[in-house]
């Protein structure tokens, strides 16, 4: 089992920036990699970012690339989403996941957080 917790969503005008934290706990090491996905209201899950825990090699949606940066602190076992540049359609609830694969595919991702919300203000 491995145990995620996001925080760090809030209210932020148009232009401004936001970090999330993703602290994941348990068997970490059973899960290759963490992934962070949004939902809009009245749409899918969608993704946004991934992150290996041993390479740091990352990925990105095209819709954030250039504007949000994914990183991770093995020590900490904490993975971080750096979001700058923020509109309002970055408006979702921001859930932090674990999972074995490297995929955008939500259903490859095993363990989910609770969710942060972040609203970005016109």
């Known amino acids: 089992q491995v145990q995620v917790i996001e925080s760090g969503g809030g209210l932020v005008q148009a232009g401004g920036s936001l970090r999330l934290s993703c602290a994941a706990s348990?068997?970490?090491?059973?899960?290759?990699?963490m992934g962070w996905f949004r939902q809009a209201p009245g749409k899918e899950r969608e993704f946004v970012a991934n992150i290996f825990w041993t390479t740091g090699s990352t990925s990105y949606a095209d819709s954030v690339k250039g504007r949000f940066t994914i990183s991770r602190d093995n020590a900490k076992n904490t993975v971080y989403l750096q979001m700058n540049s923020l509109s309002v359609d970055d408006t979702a609830v921001y859930y932090c996941?674990?999972?074995?694969?490297?995929?955008?595919?939500?259903?490859?991702?095993?363990?989910w957080g609770q969710g942060t919300q972040v609203t970005v203000s016109s």
């Open positions: 348990g068997r970490t090491f059973s899960s290759a990699i």
């Open positions: 996941a674990a999972g074995r694969i490297a995929t955008p595919a939500s259903r490859f991702y095993d363990y």
